[in-house]
């Protein structure tokens, strides 16, 4: 199943109902899975699980719009023609990042949360994937001048993320050892597939 990135940031009514409620947060919730981002105004909540990968959660508090993005590696250097997809941090920023401003965010009001980059994947112990990812998303909104204004990075453990857009509230859970195994074959599954599809702008959905 392919989507375009466009169809999965459609206007914000259609991004809320392809969601689904949360009786525990009592909201309507958001799933971003790799290589997808959202921005919205709407009071939802979005929900990523992340391992190695990156998720950057920007807003502005005065236009009172923010997003997610969800990356699996830093750059598209390896990837060849057609490498631009937002499963790469520098693309994922890039278009967030812009779409907070067609929606009226302000440069310099922006604030950033970071999460993810855990060490989850066996076998990488040097320059390990989640280090480069969160190293690169530090690098990237430094070099932006937005301001980190808080961060969950790095560490060995896989997180799931609850971000609310309009206020910047964000909840991170650490999973459990159990929770690791199906979420390391999920990014497994999913980097093999990158390997052998090239990137044409689709998001890929498995």
Do not use: W
Request: hydrophobic fraction near 40%.
């Amino acid at each position: 199943m392919a989507l375009t990135s466009a169809a999965r940031n459609e206007p914000e009514g259609r991004n809320t109902s392809a969601g689904y409620f949360d009786p525990k947060f009592g909201a309507v919730a958001i799933k971003i899975l790799p290589g997808e981002f959202r921005v919205t105004s709407e009071d939802v909540m979005l929900v990523t699980v992340l391992g190695s990968c990156v998720a950057a959660c920007l807003r502005d508090p005065v236009a009172r719009v923010g997003g997610m993005n969800h990356f699996m590696l830093p750059d598209s250097s390896q990837a060849g023609p057609g490498g631009e997809s937002a499963r790469y941090g520098s693309y994922a920023m890039e278009v967030l990042i812009n779409e907070l401003f067609k929606r009226g965010a302000r440069r310099e009001r922006l604030e950033a949360k970071l999460v993810g980059g855990g060490a989850v994947l066996p076998g990488m112990t040097l320059n390990p994937v989640g280090d480069r990812n969160g190293e690169f998303a530090l690098a990237y909104l430094r070099a932006e001048k937005i301001n980190v204004v808080a961060q969950d990075l790095f560490d060995v453990f896989p997180r799931r993320v609850h971000y609310f857009p309009p206020s910047g509230r964000m909840l991170v859970k650490r999973l459990p050892a159990a929770d690791r195994s199906e979420l390391v074959a999920r990014e497994e599954q999913y980097r093999r597939y990158m390997r052998n599809r090239p990137a044409d702008g689709s998001v890929e959905l498995f």
